[in-house]
């Protein structure tokens, strides 16, 4: 079994910063790729930005300059630094990582719990 958990929400006001971390643990033969969604009220959940075991970036064009992904691959555990923070970033954060179990298995998608992101003055 895997587990990711996120840490790192918050209230924060307009302009701050904030980072949200998450550690994959469990049965994990290797990660792919990880990154972050998120899921504001009433609205769909949207990629935010996502990073390749290579260290390859995408990021949604709402977010570009503002935040950065990264991650540590002896930690098994993914980032994302948020800055200039608006309140049309509130939104549940939810982590996600491919990841092979073992030699016989695919890739498999799993997620966190997420982790709430409210930016109000």
């Known amino acids: 079994q895997v587990q990711l958990v996120e840490s790192g929400g918050g209230l924060v006001q307009p302009g701050g910063s904030l980072r949200l971390s998450c550690t994959a643990s469990?049965?994990?033969?290797?990660?792919?790729?990880m990154g972050w969604y998120r899921q504001a009220p009433g609205k769909q959940r949207e990629l935010v930005a996502h990073?390749?075991?290579?260290?390859?970036?995408q990021y949604a064009d709402s977010v570009k300059g503002r935040f950065t992904i990264s991650r540590d691959n002896a930690k098994n555990t993914v980032y994302l630094q948020t800055n200039s923070l608006t309140p049309e970033d509130t939104a549940v954060y939810y982590c996600?990582?491919?990841?092979?179990?073992?030699?016989?298995?695919?890739?498999?998608?799993?997620w966190g719990e997420g982790t709430l992101v409210s930016v109000s003055s």
């Open positions: 996600y990582a491919n990841i092979r179990q073992s030699l016989v298995h695919g890739g498999m998608d799993f």
């Open positions: 469990g049965s994990i033969f290797t990660i792919y790729v």
């Open positions: 990073i390749s075991s290579g260290g390859s970036t």
